[in-house]
């Protein structure tokens, strides 16, 4: 079972529209969608889809229509009590696939949320196979929050995997190896923010992205998963590491991209699949979701692991 942890849930609303964003100027958009969303939600989502079991654990009004949505589409959702509106993303999509994002903050966290989230995944690690802390912190959350949690949840039977950004990442990558998870998900740009790099370079580079990640590695990090747009993705483990391209995909929409990346590799992990599998299953999900509209998240049968092309990477200078 893979539990999700999202703590600053938000109503995604992708608008698509005909032409290149115009700024100051008046457009018609060809659709909106709108959806449930969040890292950990839509991680969520997919185990649905692929039959795979999950509880995603975030913080809201159990009759919010948020709560409402996720139950409705199958998926078993142990909202936490939390007074205030939820945020609203708002994603515009160009006909190229460009995205731009405009994420609100979300309502004010309370010290009495923050223990009641942790006790709701401390209590349910025992019986999971994964728990996923990911996304952004909400307003009020201290930065470590995440930190702190990879040490709560340390004992139990799952094991943790935390795709975050900005300054809850730089608190946890501060805090090692004492808040080492068994995974982290970083994607180039993240990648280069804490290690001196320069986000183009890794993003463009396999080889200097899973070099940049080793050093995670030797702070206590099992399993780093770096995902690179167009230029694929990276594992690296403590057995080695390898690149996968992915195939030809028309970019519809990145929003979410991420998120499917993460969870083929879990998937691939749960079904017991070597780790250049599981690397493939990651990209593919990645590419399925890419060409999809809004957030949408592929179903197996649109996943298409095996026109992945994986080569293992010698991290030797020179190699």
Same mark, same amino acid.
Not at 4 to 20: C, I, K, M, Y
Not at 102 to 110: I, M
């Given at each position: 079972m893979i539990v999700?942890?999202?703590?600053?849930?938000?109503?995604?609303?992708?608008? $698509?529209?005909? !032409? #290149?964003l115009e700024r100051g100027a008046v457009q018609r958009a060809e659709s909106v969608i709108s959806q449930a969303g969040g890292k950990g939600v839509n991680i969520s989502r997919a185990c649905v889809a692929a039959d795979q079991p999950t509880i995603a654990v975030l913080p809201a009004a159990k009759d919010d229509p948020f709560v409402l949505e996720l139950l409705s589409a199958g998926i078993d959702c142990r909202p936490v009590p939390h007074e205030g509106d939820l945020r609203v993303n708002v994603t515009i999509t160009e006909p190229d696939g460009t995205t731009t994002k405009? $994420?609100?903050? !979300? #309502?004010?966290?309370?010290g009495r949320l923050l223990d009641e989230l942790t006790e709701a995944l401390v209590r349910r690690a025992d019986t999971a196979d994964w728990v996923v802390l990911a996304g952004s912190l909400p307003p009020g959350a201290p930065a470590e929050w995440y930190a702190d949690l990879v040490t709560a949840l340390r004992g139990a039977r799952a094991?943790?995997?935390?795709?975050?950004?900005?300054?809850?990442?730089?608190?946890?990558?501060?805090a090692l190896p004492t808040s080492a998870p068994h995974l982290m998900k970083p994607n180039g740009e993240e990648l280069a923010s804490f290690t001196g790099h320069q986000s183009d370079e890794l993003e463009s580079d396999p080889w200097a992205a899973a070099s940049a990640a080793r050093d995670l590695i030797a702070q206590g990090v099992e399993s780093?998963?770096?995902t690179l747009g167009p230029h694929g993705a990276v594992l690296v483990t403590g057995a080695g590491a390898w690149h996968a391209v992915p195939p030809p995909t028309t970019v519809v929409s990145t929003v979410g991209a991420g998120d499917s990346s993460l969870f083929g590799y879990l998937l691939g992990d749960v079904t017991r699949r070597d780790p250049d599998q599981r690397l493939a299953l990651a990209v593919a999900y990645g590419s399925a979701a890419a060409g999809l509209p809004g957030t949408t998240i592929p179903r197996p049968s649109q996943v298409r692991s095996d026109l992945v092309q994986v080569a293992r990477l010698d991290l030797t200078p020179g190699g």
């Open positions: 999700t942890l999202t703590a600053n849930p938000s109503h995604d609303r992708t608008v $698509n529209l005909a !032409g #290149p405009l $994420n609100s903050p !979300g #309502p004010q966290a309370t094991r943790v995997a935390v795709d975050t950004s900005d300054a809850p990442l730089k608190a946890l990558v501060d780093v998963l770096v």
